[in-house]
């Protein structure tokens, strides 16, 4: 019996995203809040770190059991060396989903496809 449904990547919701320098570091910083009205298993936000406006090297934000209407705040490091920007690229949320007394999760992500289920 499937107790709960998947999840939508407009379930997060991110704010003041930027990049921050934190002495020889820089950081993406911001905050993200979930917005689906029920809890997410995981989150994950990639971000793509830009050149010139390519594509240089990614990020990802995890978080876990994230309550309805959490907020958290973001706080990345990247460790790509040199870049001139950062976009978002992709949100995957996961909502937990009981079928025969297993647990797995269903994400979605921002494009609009589903990857495949993974079980933990």
Not at 27 to 54: E, P, R
Not at 108 to 116: K, N, Q, S, Y
């Amino acid at each position: 019996m499937l107790l709960a449904g998947m999840a939508r990547a407009d379930d997060v919701k991110l704010r003041n995203v930027e990049l921050v320098k934190v002495g020889r570091a820089t950081y993406i910083m911001g905050t993200a809040t979930n917005v689906s009205g029920k809890t997410l298993d995981s989150v994950a936000i990639d971000f793509d770190i830009l050149k010139g406006g390519k594509v240089v090297g990614r990020e990802t934000v995890k978080a876990d059991d994230v309550e309805s209407g959490q907020a958290w705040r973001i706080s990345q490091p990247i460790t790509t060396k040199e870049f001139d920007g950062m976009r978002v690229a992709d949100v995957m949320a996961g909502e937990s989903t009981l079928d025969a007394g297993s647990l797995a999760t269903t994400p979605t992500t921002a494009t609009g496809a589903t990857p495949a289920t993974t079980t933990p």
